[in-house]
């Protein structure tokens, strides 16, 4: 008797610290430079060309010739130019689809600086000890990197557990490898853990509707350390730099290269930065995989970031008010990077069998979830919620609040995308609602809205504190008023 057991392909990405010596560094940011030129003349020569002549066999035939005329193009890999190109055509093809904007020029201290070697048989990789792999790097020779997982290489290597390829990049620390792994692997059973709902806030992280909050409480944030990610020392020597980089910029006159000791004084704030990030992200990969072992349903909002973090400055006509506040805010939902811990937060549990669910936003941090009203005032402060209406006066913590709302909005079936599992599918900017929902939104029709609002009303003599309350229709959260003024915005 044969046990059935289900497979599945997995793709993922590992990176790793690259030993290198100043010799190979320096081979290392020719290739980078010569990549990015590549993608400047493919940009400009894309743009410039008739439409009817644009082609990808035209397009490598340029870039063939380029390789071979000129000395500090040839530097770059042949394989490393092809991937330029199909990462320039990839980018043409996003914005086409509404996905992104147009590719543009790529400047040379913005940019990222990195190298594709497209082909996983090119690297030839080995563990040489514990801790330390060895790889061949193309035009630079065998380089040793720091091994921190068990990588699919040797015997351990067939069809389908295999590394693909790998991409260079650099960063403040030095040059990276980050593999394409593939493996193949069985696929999860179904999670059986609880439903949480999770907000994410400022004063508390992620607010978990069980009341289970994530902290960073080492790494908290105070008037005075406005960068919640680094001691009091490191943001006293990152205010320093700044403001020494501030003064040394000033002195430049218009059109003057960046001395030496700018670009110094630039790296070492960066280098300070990448440790700040470096310790948030360490603490959002430990705080998401606790959730995916223990959580079989997680649900969040579908927040929009990038309008939240708006500036209030306003016009020169009408200027804003509370610019300075709003900018403290600003900066520290940005140093939260919420987007990130939700995409983090999507792959693990989709690896542990368990799903993700978004819901909409509007709402859930005025509404009180005890008694399901909105009353004006109830919202304390940024971090209390008293409820203002008589008969209840519910009070918590605004984001524990929140959170219990966005679990009850998917146990009220108004979750939006079922997002664990399709992430990789990423939809157009522009897609009309109804399209949106052929695609697979789920959200309730009138009349089943209707039928499920009559069927829960029914019920609530009998249980307790479901959705609409014994109250007020307009300010229950599955009235159809508010439910069909939701817009969706991808
Ligand atoms: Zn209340």
Redesign the pocket.
Known sequence: MSTECAWEKRQFGHRARLALTPAQVQLMDDQAHAARTMWNCLHDWWTMLPKERRSLAAADVAIRQARREVDWLGVLPAQAAQAVLKTYFQAWRNCWEGRADAPNFKARFRSVMSVDVPQGRDLNITRVHRRWGMVTIPKVGRVRFRWTKDLPVGKRANADNRITGARLVKDSLGWHIAFRVQTRESKPVPHTGPEVGIDAGVTVPLALSDGNHQMHERWKSTKEKPNTWLTEKEQAKLLCLEQRAAQRKQHRKPGERTSNRLRTTYDQIAGLRARAKRRHLDWQHQTTTGLAWQYGTVVVEALQVTNMVRSARGTVDEPGKNVAQKRGLNRSISQEAWGRTVDILTYKLAQRGATLHKVPAPGTSQR??????T?PG?RESQALFV???TG???SGNADHNAARNILHLYRMGHALIPAAGRAVVRRAKRVKPTAARQVGISRPQPEEHFNEVMRHRSASARRWRRCCWPTRRRSCCCSTSRATTWTWRA
């Open positions: 009180c979830s005890e008694c399901g009203l009353t109830s409820c203002r209406n209840c006066g519910w």
